[in-house]
């Protein structure tokens, strides 16, 4: 009994969980507050990044809706944890409705207020979302997040319109962002390697011989995109409590194009690529930023070129592509590699 409950790939797993916490703990108690900033942007780009890649690398759904749940959640945790004074202070263009001046909450219950209703929101679109496929699915998901933009912009008494919220609560730090980075990872990894995951999978290879097979599609597709906007809506509201102030112009397509590159990059199908790639891109983007400064090289001067390092990286993302076609790891994961290893062995 006691054997298989610690086996040793769960002991593996729960040493990388502790060394994990203990690196939480250890860099924001010693870091400085630069580097921490990114390390909190990274996890929680990190969260969104192996949730997006639920649906659309596990699942195979092509879709384009993650600013739309983002921002969601953003605005929720917004409204719910800045105060009524501040709120009235803040709305210019319409004064606040009532109801919203009276809700407030901690950091903690906002979140899951944030995930909850983008999950049912994610939950209710589905019925019509999943009618299509493909591109057409596609297209669906990208007008949502169009949606979700111009009804920010056009609800002043809910969102404070274009001048969006200001004054949130700094309340992020890396035992949140990367506490529930940690969260999202362990709960989407359990429903990989579930028989959910493993349904998901079938519906990504082929959907019409899933359905052969009795698999129920438009419910594993609709488990995947609800727990996907869940911790997309939980993402977007850290995210406003690391920003402390958001508008609408912040959720634009650019944020799903982003997420899309670093799950394309790391590897569609895979969490422990979505995690890679979230680093490259959030942290390497940032402290990239030498290039566009001026620069010695071998004894050369060479002027401040802005915009340098995003021509570099657009570079490394075509090396990439044409000598890794299917991201930096494809679809396997972290204990894949080991288990090859050990093969050749």
């Known amino acids: 009994m006691i054997d298989s409950i610690f086996t040793k790939d769960r002991l593996i797993n729960l040493a990388i969980i502790i060394a994990a916490m203990w690196f939480i703990n250890f860099a924001q108690n010693t870091f400085d507050e630069y580097t921490i900033r ?53 709305y210019d263009i319409e004064d606040p409705y009532p109801w919203i001046l009276a809700l407030q909450s901690d950091f903690g219950f906002a979140l899951f207020c944030s995930g909850t209703i983008s999950a049912l929101l994610a939950l209710s679109l589905a019925f019509p979302v999943f009618r299509v496929r493909g591109d057409y699915l596609a297209i669906v998901t990208l007008g949502f997040g169009f949606i979700i933009r111009i009804l920010a912009i056009n609800s002043p008494e809910i969102t404070n319109g274009s001048l969006g919220i200001n004054d949130i609560p700094e309340a992020s730090n890396l035992y949140w962002t990367g506490g529930l980075a940690i969260v999202a990872v362990l709960a989407i990894l359990n429903i990989i390697y579930s028989r959910f995951g493993r349904a998901m999978k079938a519906v990504r290879d082929d959907e019409d011989a899933a359905t052969a097979m009795g698999i129920n599609t438009f419910k594993i597709k609709t488990l995947a995109f609800t727990t996907s906007a869940f911790f997309e809506g939980v993402g977007g509201g850290l995210l406003a409590a690391l ?41 390497g ?61």
Not at 295 to 314: Q, Y
Not at 315 to 336: P, S
């Open 38 to 90: 990114i390390m909190n942007n990274v996890a929680i780009f990190i969260i969104l990044a192996v949730s997006y890649n639920l649906i659309n690398g596990i699942t195979g759904q092509f879709s384009l809706e993650p600013n739309g749940f983002i921002a969601i959640g953003a605005y929720v945790t917004a409204i719910l944890m800045v105060d009524a004074d501040t709120m009235l202070y803040q």
């Open 243 to 283: 920003l402390t102030s958001i508008s609408p112009d912040l959720f634009s397509f650019f944020l799903t194009f982003q997420l899309l590159i670093i799950i394309v990059l790391g590897g569609l199908g895979s969490t422990t690529g979505a995690i890679i790639g979230t680093i490259f891109v959030m942290a």
């Open 285 to 345: 983007l940032e402290y990239a930023r030498f290039l566009d400064e001026p620069m010695n090289i071998l004894g050369f001067e060479m002027e401040a070129m802005p915009g340098l390092r995003m021509v570099v990286f657009s570079l490394i993302l075509i090396l990439v592509m044409l000598f890794a076609r299917e991201g930096l790891m494809g679809k396997k994961e972290l204990k894949d590699l080991f288990k090859r290893k050990k093969a050749k062995k």
